[in-house]
């Protein structure tokens, strides 16, 4: 089945920093793929998402490429913010030979950023 | 303001008790989904819907029902909850693979 492995935290940067988060993922079909972002007491915000083959997905200094010769789709920003401390939930959505929506996450990742 | 809304948000219950979680949509999305978030384990499908009257199981169904009579409400419905049911509850919805999610339900139950 599908399933979504990404880097297991947590990760603690000082401000400016450059952040990587890698995530990996294993589809039958053609999945699309997303990144979610979850603030302390709060539910899931889309951060990003392609949908096929070599796309690049950004939103706010965040970026993502789908890169299907590795089956990766790493999330990457150049300089980290305090405000950017969350969990982030890697994802994908295969709706090969159904009709069902669901998202796979991974285990998330939880990002901690210092000033 | 788009946005998918969930009550309670926190809830603690004795074993047995039958409850209720309710969610509501209001951008006319015909999927709606519910998902639950464990420590080390990312969040995990309970059931889905891809219209009214259309429901069915996504990975961990065990222990839950749902219902859908009207487009906008997906209830999520525990009939005797146990304490590993435990967990953060997010309702979403979605007109294709973008989902939105609510703010999440606490469950506690002892």
């Known amino acids: 089945g599908d399933s979504v492995t990404q880097m297991e935290g947590p990760v603690t940067l000082s401000e400016e920093a450059f952040l990587t988060i890698n995530c990996t993922y294993t589809a039958t079909g053609y999945p699309s793929l997303f990144w979610y972002v979850q603030y302390p007491g709060e539910g899931l915000q889309l951060l990003l998402k392609?949908?096929?083959?070599?796309d690049k997905g950004s939103n706010k200094g965040f970026e993502a490429t789908y890169r299907k010769e590795t089956t990766s789709f790493h999330l990457e920003k150049g300089s980290v913010q305090v405000s950017d401390s969350a969990v982030y939930f890697c994802a994908l959505s295969d709706r090969s030979g159904g009709s069902n929506y669901k998202l796979t996450f991974g285990k998330g990742t939880l990002l901690t950023v210092n000033p | 303001e788009a946005q998918v809304t969930q009550n309670p948000r926190y809830l603690i219950t004795v074993t047995g008790k039958k409850l209720t979680v309710t969610c509501s949509q209001n951008m006319n999305h015909e999927y709606m989904s519910w998902y639950r978030q464990d420590p080390g384990l990312g969040l995990r499908q309970i059931y889905y819907?891809?219209?009214?009257?259309?429901?069915d199981k996504g990975d961990v169904p065990e222990g839950y029902k749902v219902s859908r009579k009207e487009k906008r409400n997906f209830p999520l419905i525990l009939e005797s909850p146990s304490p590993n049911q435990t967990s953060l509850y997010f309702c979403a919805s979605s007109y294709r693979y973008e989902q939105y999610f609510g703010p999440g339900t606490r469950l506690t139950v002892t």
């Open positions: 819907s891809m219209n009214v009257e259309v429901t």
């Open positions: 392609a949908t096929k083959a070599d």
